[in-house]
């Protein structure tokens, strides 16, 4: 028996030169993602902002990416991660493909592989600093489903991601229903992207609506929302607050 | 096949660019008991005869499930082939793991010729004896292939193999143009009967064979001694219309008596049937 003293730098937790390796916290990263099921597939919105931080630094950033033939990745959080997992993905896909025999991975075979990835890498104390939303439509069925950084994963008929979980989702709660028109399901995601433009600080005002149907991927050019800044509350913001410092 | 001084090692061609320890290990899957697949657009059904090694023991599983999706028969060394069942399931279940979604069996089949062709190329291995029927649905339908120790596998709409086979291989040429339409009891009916075909005389009873079914809407499972017997009743009673015109009226009658006796005694005796 021979021993060997371990000095990989396996243990992620413990070992310092380790440390510099994984993620400890996001620097460059995207805002909220807003998705929901509509009659023909799924519809995905996104602006495309990176923030540093606190700063609005970089304007032009695709968060939202078309997987094979058949899904959307939308994702927030640190983009470094998000290429990251786009790599991944393309590589699971070339796989597939190789295979050239009519069986192709869905958009729910890539929503549960990316939950396994996320899973683990987060057990390993080394996320990938993302929350992703997958939907896709494969054989007339549509998939709509998340994924966070620290593996929760689940399916639903409309997902947000961030502060979208806190402003888009009570809209669409009440006004999503089965069967959406592609123009109403629109008019619905860009009155979220709207509230969120107005009250998620790291939003700009520049955004892709991805679409996904039986037919295949098309991503909007980058285009911008009206706002109004003219409500009687904005004129004298702090109206309702005299005396208060 | 004649001994000749190239077989000894499976790393030696011969003159004439033949591999005779794969050739050989072929052999072995002849020496198994029958084996047969056969499967329609939506349905795929595998059969096998019981075969035990003497009258006090059991007979040996033959007919595998992989998954709900997959089902393998074996003929030859069970031992390699109880191996290789273990390693589909393996990846079967991996997958499913991975994905949530039912691994497609051509994709299955791809890694298991892969794994025994690895055999085949190694001084320190021996080919697997063991020749193996899978059937399994993708998402283009029901699907039946066989896997061969050489590493290769084919596709096929019906086939047999393991001692005697030819004789359900001659069975099913006949009828295998129809079975890509045929309906679930029809494939049964044709397995059993070219099961019939191997048995070569002797009488067919539930308790000689096992039959599995697996289809688009209906996950692996084996039929049990009662369905099968049912199906048998069906064409033992009445005399051949084909060739085999040897059986007269009061012969069958007296087998379905001693089927149905034979049936429920063998149950008694041989627990392992499914």
Redesign the interface.
Same mark, same amino acid.
Not at chain 1, 101 to 106: E, K, P, T
Not at chain 2, 97 to 101: L, M
């Given at each position: 028996m021979t021993f060997t003293i371990p000095i990989d730098n396996g243990d992620a937790v413990k070992n310092a030169e380790a440390d510099s390796q994984r993620t400890l916290y996001p620097y460059v990263t995207g805002t909220s993602i807003v998705a929901i099921k509509y009659k023909d597939g799924v519809l995905m919105a996104s602006d495309m902002g990176g923030s540093y931080g606190s700063t609005l630094r970089y304007k032009n950033i695709e968060r939202i990416k078309a997987i094979g033939k058949h899904s959307l990745l939308g994702a927030s959080g640190e983009i470094s991660d998000f290429q990251e997992i786009l790599r991944y993905l393309d590589e699971l896909i070339l796989n597939d493909n190789m295979?050239d025999?009519? *069986?192709?991975?869905?958009p729910?075979?890539v929503? *549960?592989?990316l939950t396994?990835v996320m899973y683990n890498r987060r057990n390993k104390f080394n996320p990938l600093w993302n929350t992703l939303v997958l939907g896709g439509v494969k054989k007339g069925k549509s998939y709509l489903g998340m994924v966070s950084m620290i593996g929760v994963s689940f399916e639903d008929n409309h997902v947000a991601t961030g502060f979208g979980n806190h402003l888009a989702r009570p809209i669409l709660r009440d006004e999503w229903h089965a069967d959406l028109s592609f123009e109403d399901g629109v008019k619905l995601l860009e009155k979220c992207m709207r509230v969120l433009l107005y009250r998620d600080r790291s939003a700009i005002n520049k955004f892709q609506i991805a679409k996904i149907t039986e037919e295949g991927v098309t991503i909007s050019q980058p285009y911008s929302l009206t706002t109004f800044w003219e409500f009687q509350a904005f004129h004298n913001p702090t109206a309702g607050a005299q005396g208060s410092w | 096949m004649f001994r000749n001084q190239y077989d000894t090692d499976v790393t030696t061609w011969s003159p004439t660019g033949r591999l005779f320890q794969v050739e050989y290990a072929m052999e072995a899957v002849k020496q198994g008991s029958a084996a047969i697949g056969l499967r329609s657009r939506s349905h795929v059904v595998l059969a096998c005869v019981n075969k035990a090694q003497s009258e006090l023991s059991s007979h040996q599983r033959k007919i595998f499930k992989v998954d709900d999706h997959i089902g393998v028969a074996i003929a030859g060394l069970t031992a390699d082939g109880r191996v290789l069942s273990r390693y589909m399931r393996s990846e079967s279940i991996n997958h499913s793991?991975?994905?949530?979604?039912p691994l497609?069996v051509?994709?299955l089949v791809?890694r298991l010729a892969d794994k025994a062709q690895v055999c085949t190329q190694r001084s320190w291995k021996r080919p697997y004896g063991v020749g193996l029927l899978v059937g399994g649905l993708?998402?283009?339908g029901a699907h039946l292939y066989y896997n061969c120790p050489s590493g290769n596998y084919f596709e096929y709409q019906a086939f047999a193999i393991g001692s005697r086979s030819q004789a359900a291989k001659t069975y099913l040429e006949r009828r295998f143009e129809s079975f890509k339409e045929s309906s679930r009891e029809e494939l049964i009916k044709d397995a059993i009967l070219a099961i019939r075909e191997t048995l070569q005389g002797e009488t067919l009873k539930s308790s000689l064979c096992t039959v599995s079914v697996l289809g688009v809407d209906e996950p692996f499972h084996f039929l049990d001694q009662e369905s099968i017997q049912k199906v048998i009743d069906t064409f033992e009673k009445v005399p051949e219309e084909e060739e085999d015109a040897g059986e007269g009226e009061a012969e069958p009658e007296a087998a379905a008596g001693t089927a149905e006796q034979g049936g429920s005694g063998d149950q008694d005796v041989a627990p392992m049937e499914m």
């Open positions: 295979w025999d009519g *069986n192709s991975l869905g729910k075979e929503h *549960n592989y396994r | 793991f991975t994905y949530e979604s497609p051509g994709r791809v993708d998402e283009s």
